[in-house]
């Protein structure tokens, strides 16, 4: 061939096609978990500055069940890229069918173990030539029900792990019982994030994060709304803020019983004019805090990745079913009664840098590892089957009643009946989902009110 003169042009490049948009869905079954799969989706679809290397369109999915988030609960989120009013409500089997239909490119099971299981069976049941990266995790500190928790979650392409120590017990449970840990990937809390604290002249806020099962006992949770009260009165030149999750009637990733709002009401002497409760997005409480009180609430590792001070409480003891069990070796854990006398707890720099906090500022690069798993598995041209280790032959005596719940035979398949025909009708559906709405409504008012009384008449 001969060479090209300098008169001659160069051909022109051809544009490269535009890559189609990564369809992405993340199933969530309360307002915190659909607070870390939204999150979760966002971080590892973009690159660490949060821009999308390629368009990306995600779908919202609340799994019908007692926690469902009402829409307040959903705007109290806060910001997670996705528009609340898109959200919409599914059944496990119209979720699968949903997937089935949709060809989602990835999938955030944001669910509580069993939910996680369930939905590995039903997607492995689907047989779809093409199916999506699953990926699952946990919304904050794991400090019950480990190794079930975690086995219930296996078969996922990505389990995430919030922090080195966290990745550490997830690989060493799965080795101990002999599955493959190499699904365990080491990140953070998608939520971390705000200003490094930084404290203002004249502002003293103390905010306590109440959680809605820590403590359950009513003695115990009259016990600490009266040391915040109390803390109240002592320094009446401070603002005490009471953090709720939710308003008595709505349910959160926890059952709440005992509402800290009924309990307020009752409280002898009232509440001082400095105290006040307060809901909406933790962000933005943390926004004006100059002092975190917890007993174990995941908001204490927000907190202490803004480097606000925080303490967590020992009034109760140190106990596993509190869960302060996990800050020992934080310098965090305290009483009422030092905080009371002015004293505040100091981290420690080598426990916060095993727990994911990222106070050091690595938080940038805290998804580079998982972000590049999965754009490995999604460039894969075929994917290997779904397999969990719980299977009909290695837990025949739990996984068919996990499956049961969601309407899903053993081998993963819905069972007959479990979706409404399509061609049921528009008037039909929308009767059916109004007659869903009042039962669910009933149950929650059931577990919420009638429950506790029938349990306190028990033990009469």
């Known amino acids: 061939m001969p060479p090209r003169t300098s008169n001659e042009a160069e051909p022109a490049e051809t544009p490269a096609a535009p890559r189609p948009a990564l369809r992405v869905a993340v199933l969530a079954d309360s307002d915190t978990r659909w607070k870390w799969g939204a999150l979760t989706a966002r971080r590892l679809t973009a690159d660490a500055d949060g821009r999308n290397v ?18 307040r609960q959903l705007a109290e989120v806060g910001e997670v890229g996705i528009d609340a009013a898109r959200v919409r409500e599914v059944t496990a089997v119209e979720f699968l069918h949903t997937v089935r239909d949709e060809g989602y490119d990835l999938v955030v099971l944001a669910l509580v173990g069993g939910g996680v299981q369930a939905m590995l069976h039903g997607l492995a049941a689907l047989d779809l030539p093409r199916r ?5 995790g946990y919304v904050g500190v794991v400090y019950e029900k480990l190794a079930d928790g975690l086995l219930l979650r296996h078969g996922a392409d990505v389990v995430l792990a919030n922090s080195r ?82 308003k008595p009637g709505e349910h ?44 174990s609430s995941t908001a204490a590792l927000e907190s202490l990745h803004r480097r606000i001070p925080t303490a967590v409480l020992t009034d109760l003891g140190v106990r596993e079913t509190l869960g302060n069990h996990h800050f020992v070796g934080s310098g965090l854990l305290t009483s009422w009664d030092r905080l009371d006398g ?10 916060l840098a095993g727990q994911g906090v990222a106070a050091d500022g690595s938080y940038g690069t805290a998804y580079d590892t998982a972000r590049a798993k999965v754009t490995a598995l999604l460039d894969e041209s075929e994917l290997p089957p779904l397999a969990p280790y719980y299977t009909p032959a290695t837990a025949p005596g739990y996984l068919p009643g996990i499956l049961g719940r969601h309407h899903l035979a053993p081998d993963g398949a819905p069972l007959p009946g479990a979706a ?22 009933a149950y929650r008012q059931g577990v ?12 009469l």
């Not at 400095?274 to 004006?288: P, S």
């Not at 409404?420 to 409504?441: D, F, I, L, M």
């Open 252 to 295: 959160t990733t926890h059952i709440e019983e005992l509402p800290y709002q009924k309990l307020a009401q009752r409280l002898p002497g009232g509440l001082p004019p400095n105290f006040r409760l307060v809901y909406g997005h933790m962000g933005e409480v943390l926004d004006r805090t100059d002092l975190l009180v917890t007993v």
């Open 420 to 441: 409404a025909p399509q061609e049921a009708g528009r008037v039909r559906g929308a009767v059916r989902e109004t007659v869903r709405n009042a039962a669910r409504g």
């Open 342 to 351: 002015g004293i505040r707890p100091r981290p420690d720099d080598q426990w």
């Open 132 to 136: 999506p990266v699953v990926v699952t």
């Open 165 to 246: 120590h966290d990745a550490e017990r997830f690989r060493a449970v799965y080795e101990g019982v002999g599955a493959d840990a190499s699904a365990v990937t080491e990140a953070a809390l998608p939520f971390l994030g705000g200003a490094p604290y930084r404290p203002e002249e004249g502002r003293e806020t103390v905010v306590f994060a109440a959680q809605p099962s820590v403590p359950a006992s009513r003695a115990d949770r009259t016990y600490l709304l009266r040391r915040l009260v109390e803390h109240a009165r002592l320094h009446p030149r401070r603002e005490v803020l009471l953090k709720l999750r939710s």
């Open 54 to 71: 390629r368009p990306v369109e995600v779908s919202g999915l609340l799994l019908r069940g007692r926690a469902t988030p009402t829409p």
């Open 448 to 459: 919420q009110r009638v429950a506790p009384v029938i349990r306190r008449m028990g033990e």
